[in-house]
């Protein structure tokens, strides 16, 4: 039996498969997480994999953290609780992040639905994106009154500039796969229906390189971009330790929620 619950692990010639397993919306917490880190590090270790594929089942790539849980929602109403405790400790979810970034092997994102908050967090941390119309990209903290996480803060710039990285944190605004494309959010957009072949087509062209060439170009091109995530992770959390007591976090995720704009107070 797979030690895995929520994803699926498997090689096709000298590609590894990671499938999220929780549809539709595959919300993320740190157990999610932290499967998939394991499996990125069996990756490592094994000679055959070069590269792999991450991929989702379901409606969405990952929509990021399930503040519309009902059993929250109960709890809430009863104990006056955290909308973001269905993430369980956020410090313990960026350990598990990191662990990601610090893979050694090429990964291509199959974004073929939306990927949210965390979720756009996860798809940032892949190599490259492969993508479609119908996807949707988005940063959504501001609108929810948080701050981005899951190092969004030092991947995103770095990926899409500075000045798009803002637009997109200060506007928490969702782009299509054709705008995300056009950005450089993602690398190449097709038809839905073709978004894994794409990226498995992707995974499979950088594994017929060498595996120790891989690894070496790899490790230079990344060179401490795990201690740099790490870093804005630990201030990430701080801040958003902070926002998540305040009226207007849990206003934000009820207007989310009831999918209203939100009436923040600034408080």
Known sequence: MSKFTDIGVEKVGHVGIIEIRRPPLNFFDISLINQIADALEEFDS??????????????????????????????EAREQSDPADSLGQISHLYIQAVRIFRNKKPIVAAVHGAAIGGGLGLAVSADFRVTC????????????????????????????????????????????????TKMGL????????????EAMKLAQEIAECSPLGLLSTRATMRAGLADRVMAATTHELAEQTRLRATEDFKEGVKATEERRVANFKGR
């Open 46 to 75: 094994d000679i055959e994999v070069r590269a792999s594929v991450l991929a989702a089942q379901g409606k969405a790539f990952c929509a990021g953290a399930n503040f519309s849980d009902p059993a929250r929602q109960e709890k």
């Open 133 to 180: 119309p119908e996807a949707r990209f988005a940063a959504n903290f501001t609108k929810l009154g948080f701050h981005p996480g899951f190092g969004l803060t030092v991947t995103l710039p770095e990926l899409v500039g500075k000045n798009n990285a803002e637009l997109i944190f200060y506007t928490s605004r969702r782009l299509t796969g054709e705008e995300a």
């Open 186 to 197: 993602a690398n190449v957009c097709v038809p839905q229906d073709q978004v894994r072949a």
